[in-house]
């Protein structure tokens, strides 16, 4: 008999709403397609949202990003290829309920053992304030600067200009993340420091393209942290709600609550 959890079974306990603004310490190169481009004319373009033509960040690209580093932080094999790049997976439903990367950030839906994913991360768009910054500031391309670049070729050694297209340093965008508690609420507590880890992870590397270069730094500011059962889910832990200015205070906070 198998001891995997199953997906029909998962009772919703709670969820954890963390609200944040991420700043771009860095300039901020997240790529767009250009063959969508509607402004400009630029190599590298990044993603914008296109009812408004503003920059934005992709939930997927900032949890894809998380995941990524986690994987390596946790030293879990990468062995599931989607696409272009290759994830970790737990292929097995007895290494599974140990793997707190899965249990966080979900696996694919063809194994049995597989269950909704824990973590959402909503699409993070540019604060009020930064927009109106930005717009005054009349940057190369509407919120936007182009950096130039040279690619040196490596037998002529001549040097190739090429341009990216980045969110100047400064820019702030206003996020929310949503994490469900399931059958096991007291793990799933526990399983809730891993996002606060990976985002202290990607505050030491980068987000985006071009992050050996210099873009991409970015800061979590701001956050807002709030827990809400359901009624039927009795633990000890109260409803709460922290506010930190920094990542590494909430953090402190969220170890402090947990006794741990
Ligand atoms: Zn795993």
């Known amino acids: 008999m198998s001891t995997a959890p199953n997906a029909r079974l998962l009772h919703l306990k709670g969820r954890l709403f963390l609200s944040f603004n991420l700043r771009a310490v860095t300039g901020l190169h997240i790529g767009g397609s250009p063959g969508t481009l509607a402004i400009g004319n630029v190599d590298n373009p990044v993603i914008r949202d296109p009812l408004t033509g503003q920059p934005y960040i992709p939930g997927s690209s900032l949890r894809g990003k998380m995941r990524a580093l986690m994987e390596k932080w946790l030293g879990r094999p990468q062995n599931n290829r989607i696409g272009q790049t290759t994830i970790h997976v737990c292929k097995q439903a007895q290494d599974y309920v140990s793997c ?3 249990r966080t ?10 269950e909704t994913s824990r973590l959402i991360v909503r699409d993070a ?6 927009r109106q910054e930005l717009a005054n500031a009349r940057t190369d391309l509407p919120y936007t600067e ?3 670049e040279a690619a040196i070729d490596r037998v002529t050694s001549a040097a190739t ?4 297209e980045r969110v ?4 702030v965008f206003a996020g929310t993340l949503t994490f469900n508690l399931y059958n096991d609420a007291d793990t799933d507590l526990r399983l809730f420091g891993r996002v606060l880890e990976a985002m202290q992870l990607l505050e030491e590397d980068y987000l985006g393209g071009q992050g050996a270069r210099g873009s991409g730094q970015v800061r979590f500011e701001q956050l807002r942290l709030a827990l809400r059962l359901n009624e039927q889910y009795e633990q000890q832990l109260q409803p709460f709600h922290q506010a ?3 990542l590494d205070e909430l953090i402190q906070a969220w170890r402090k609550q947990l006794g741990s």
Do not use: M, V
């Open 125 to 130: 768009f540019l604060t009020p304030t930064s």
């Open 105 to 114: 950030f979900g696996i694919p839906g063809e194994y049995d053992h597989s």
């Open 146 to 148: 182009i950096k130039w």
């Open 161 to 164: 200009p090429r341009q990216l």
């Open 100 to 102: 707190e990367l899965c």
């Open 244 to 246: 930190a200015a920094t």
């Open 168 to 171: 100047p340093a400064g820019a």
